[in-house]
């Protein structure tokens, strides 16, 4: 008889990486405009670690619109997670599909990101056809390709939204993590930008083998002193402001803050009208056809992975401490 019930790591209530738990729990199974996926490798996102302690998170940490935190805590659940199955970032194998379903087949390999639905810390999930999924790179491993779809899509939906042009002067703060190491091989690899990243020292050599022109250590340099002009600054935690960066933007240099709160977004109106420094805040929406352009870029080995540590699933907890304590570059995976 076929196996009903599926391994998953299970949070019950908000709290510490120690809420997190392994547990036999039913097997979902497809609608019919659904994949069932097998999955194989899931990375652990900014997103992970932020609803896993939601209820006690404390409003000075949640870097982006007030409002915002308002709506997830209707789509996390008050009191208790509403959806007890973390991860959004996955890589598997469809086992079965939906009676509607045309994209997809039983034994594609594919990698995919769930949003806020999450459920990919576990054997199994179902994702619509529609949603975003596309066929993994042959030649990644679920591994790698688990590591890609969140910083990567979250990436060149915002890099569209500031229309770079060729030989720009791009500033990439956060240059190590996962959306910042995916801008900086975005910017300089599709848009023919010049990249400057700025992270810690411990991530220099990796955002500089990843295509930056120029690698700065924010522990050691300021590059608002060095006199040099930029064509876009992209702060991924928003913990600049447009006051600091201002002088080292060109006449019409943008500031793109990736986390804002409404200070921020009130300074893209104010700045929307001068026609000189803008400020941009924008929402990244991902869809399908993203993850198929960033399909393509892997393909061309245009895009890599970065992947700091994996651990098994079992371990979700550790893993999670892990990126709690801040070190992680690039993306932590768990596997199956
Ligand atoms: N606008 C949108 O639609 C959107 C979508 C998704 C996520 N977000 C936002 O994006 C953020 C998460 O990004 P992520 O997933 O890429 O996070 P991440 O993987 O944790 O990367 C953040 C990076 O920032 C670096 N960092 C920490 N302190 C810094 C500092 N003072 N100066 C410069 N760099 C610093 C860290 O690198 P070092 O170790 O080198 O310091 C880290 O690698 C969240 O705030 C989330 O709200 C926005």
New binding site residues.
Partial sequence: MENSKMKAIIYSEYGGPDVLHLQEVEKTSPKSNEVLVRVHAVSV??GDIIARNFKNLPASEF??LALFRILAQFGFGFSKPKRQILGNTFAGEVEMVGSGVKKFKAGDQVFGYTGETMGAYAEYLCIPEDGIIALKPSHMTYEEASAVPY?AT?AIC?LKKVNIQKEQRVVV??A?????SAAVQLASHYFGAEVTG???T??MESVKSLGAAKVID?KKDDFTKNGESYDLIID????GSFSKYKASLGQKGIYLP??FKTSKLLQMLRTSMGGGKRVIC???TPKQEDLEFIREFLEDRKLKPVIDQSFPLERAAEAHRYVEA????GNVVLTL
């Fill in positions: 996102n900014y870097n982006m910083g979250m915002l703060i956060g190590s993590g996962a959306i910042g700025v992270c810690s411990q991530g924010y991924v935690l928003g913990k990736v986390s924008a929402l990244a801040g070190n992680k570059k």
